[in-house]
């Protein structure tokens, strides 16, 4: 496939694919998947091998959201019945992030619910970041508080986040269809911020809520622009009790399209499975890993994934191997301390007619599963 042969040698080249070529990768027919999936897969191991990174996420604050997000079980009068709770302490936070490091994560993810963070919470989280690296030498910390004021990203840094965390979620031209009280250049500035304060950026996507395929296209072209180290793919998982409810759109192989689009889009850059892929890739989970080279391990902020230990079985069983502490993730022309992040610039060209995705026809409502387990509970965490 002409289109294919093409995709792989830009890949190789950290040359940015046209917009026709990327939507070209959505509608592939299911019959041609596998070699979609084999083609992703080979720029997948030019830049990352057979490495799958593991990452844990720590809710540090759970619910009650004075913000709109329409996908979030934590948002302004979200009905869905999720753990609630404020502040876990640096102690509570770091038993938490040691359970996931002892599963075998080598980053941390601190998040907490919120439009962002005052003074204060970036004095409280400092205080955690301190203790999980003192507690739990050599991890990455990642942190995720939302929207970052002035001088924020720099004291987070201080305190010693080596990344943080904000996703575009979808286009800029549908960014008012699912929130109302801050827009796609607020996450845009907030994601510059971090880069500028020298924290690795991380900033993905949700697919899933109804977009179209140019809107995915226009999403992972932006975050190209936007150019962060990590890009978590979530799948949109529908909790009873948000707007979204209904929005059951995804198939397994829509997924599996969606990730080879992203992989061809940002080929050299950590690719993250993330919320949703037990609830819409089910049995296809790993053949993913030809396509993304880190995931989450074990549970998600307000839902339970599968457990740690299935986690790390599908990763041996698909011939893919856990990354050391001691490797680096990204290829040597992305590290911080040497030059050559050139990506090449390409003419965008005309959409053709967007394709509506699918329903799908069996969609698992039954695996949407509230965690119940880990931080804010009383019971041990899955990892
Ligand atoms: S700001 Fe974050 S926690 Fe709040 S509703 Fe949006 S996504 Fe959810």
């Known amino acids: 496939m002409d289109l294919l042969n093409t995709l792989v040698d830009k890949g190789l080249r950290r040359e940015v694919p046209t917009r026709d070529e990327a939507l070209a990768v959505l509608a592939t027919a299911d019959d041609e998947l596998l070699d979609v999936v084999a083609a992703a897969g080979k720029v997948r191991r030019t830049w990352f091998g057979r490495r799958v990174k593991l990452n844990y996420l720590v809710n540090l604050k759970s619910g009650l959201c004075p913000e709109d997000c329409s996908y979030c079980s934590q948002r302004l009068g979200s009905k869905a019945e999720i753990l609630k709770y404020t502040w876990l302490k640096p102690d509570d936070a770091s038993k938490a992030a040691a359970a996931g490091v002892a599963g075998g994560a080598k980053r941390v993810c601190l998040v907490a619910s919120g439009r962002g963070p005052t003074d204060k919470d970036v004095d409280r989280v400092s205080e955690t970041i301190a203790t999980i690296k003192e507690q739990n030498e050599g991890v990455e910390v990642c942190a ?63 697919a899933g809520m109804g977009e179209s395929d140019a809107d995915l296209v226009d999403v992972v072209f932006a975050l190209r622009e936007l150019d962060p180290d990590s890009v978590p793919v979530n799948f949109l998982i529908p909790f009873e009790g948000t707007p979204l409810a209904k929005e059951w759109n995804l198939t397994p192989q829509r997924c599996l399209r969606i990730l080879a689009m992203v992989r061809f889009v940002c080929p050299d850059v950590e690719v993250r499975l993330a919320g949703g892929r037990e609830v819409h890739l089910r049995s296809l989970q790993p053949l993913a890993l030809h396509l993304v080279n880190s995931i989450f391990l074990g549970d998600y902020l307000t839902s339970e994934g599968q457990a740690g230990k299935d986690d790390l079985a599908m990763i041996a069983d698909a011939g893919f191997e856990v990354e050391g502490a001691d490797t680096t993730t990204l290829p040597a022309h992305r590290r911080p301390t040497e030059d050559g992040a050139d990506a090449v610039d390409a003419e965008p060209q005309a959409a053709p007619e967007a394709a509506v995705p699918a329903p799908a026809e069996e969609a698992r409502r039954d695996l949407v599963a509230v965690r119940r387990r880990g931080a804010g509970t009383d019971l041990p965490p899955n990892a």
């Open 144 to 206: 995720c508080l939302g929207l970052l004021n002035d001088g924020q990203a720099e004291r987070l840094r201080a305190a010693g986040a080596d990344a943080y965390n904000h996703n575009l979620n979808t286009s800029e031209a549908t960014y008012g269809d699912i929130c109302t009280t801050h827009d796609f250049s607020d996450r845009v500035e907030t994601v510059q911020q971090a880069q500028a304060a020298g924290m690795s950026a991380c900033s993905g996507l949700i």
